[in-house]
Antibody, heavy 126, light 108 residues
């Protein structure tokens, strides 16, 4: 069974740090890009960061650039998100998601997030 | 950055109704548009990718259409389990995705 399990969330003070982990199973982890998506309480989904299958390319939303670092350990089938200089507005449920792809109109590849974890909650408060 | 705008933000409907949700992109994204369903306290679930392709296991009452900047998600006959929040997502700039703000579908 394809599965993603996040961990590492918790309560942290403003300016603090936290590292989230996402353990993957049931698929060839190194073959797929992975993303972190967050959802603030009562709000919509916000894409946060992504990393290529090899780990050689990383991408960030402007709201976290310079503060968050995404990484992966393909030998451990694990995705990470190192979060520094945390702010109250970073309070959210953080989901990891696996990229999927399929052929679509015009014979091109189309990408989507086909597997999601249950999420881990990060609360930034004094 | 590509901005995604959904309408309406909320919608009340009854079981059996036909419902349409709209998503507009700030620039042309061809057919690089996905739809997700999210129920309270749960992770999002992929419904449709490439604007109109149904994800495996998703009921056929869900359909998607559109290309360029304007897209729709249609539920042909609402079932009780369909009351949820729906999000569109552009994958034109993958892996730098962006989501619409969501449409909450409530029971009338």
């Amino acid at each position: 069974e394809v599965q993603l399990v996040e961990s590492g969330g918790g309560l942290v003070q403003p300016g603090g740090s936290l590292r989230l982990s996402c353990a993957a199973s049931g698929f060839t982890f190194s073959s797929y890009a992975m993303s972190w998506v967050r959802q603030a309480p009562g709000k919509g989904l916000e894409w946060v960061s992504a990393i290529s299958g090899s780990g050689g390319s990383t991408y960030y939303a402007d709201s976290v650039k310079g503060r968050f670092t995404i990484s992966r350990d393909n030998s451990k089938n694990t995705l990470y998100l190192q979060m520094n200089s945390l702010r109250a507005e970073d309070t959210a449920v953080y989901y990891c998601a696996k990229d999927g792809r399929s052929y679509g109109p015009g014979g091109y590849y189309y990408y989507y997030m086909d597997v999601w974890g249950k999420g881990t909650t990060v609360t930034v408060s004094s | 950055d590509i901005q995604m705008t959904q309408s309406p933000s909320s919608l009340s409907a009854s079981v059996g109704d036909r419902v349409t949700i709209t998503c507009r992109a700030s620039q042309s994204i061809s057919s690089y548009l996905n739809w997700y369903q999210q129920k309270p306290g749960k992770a999002p679930k992929l419904l449709i990718y490439a604007a109109s392709s149904l994800q495996s296991g998703v009921p056929s009452r869900f359909s998607g259409s559109g290309s360029g900047t304007d897209f729709t998600l249609t539920i042909s006959s609402l079932q009780p389990e369909d009351f949820a929040t729906y999000y569109c997502q552009q994958s034109y700039s993958t892996p730098m995705y962006s989501f619409g703000q969501g449409t909450k579908l409530e029971i009338k």
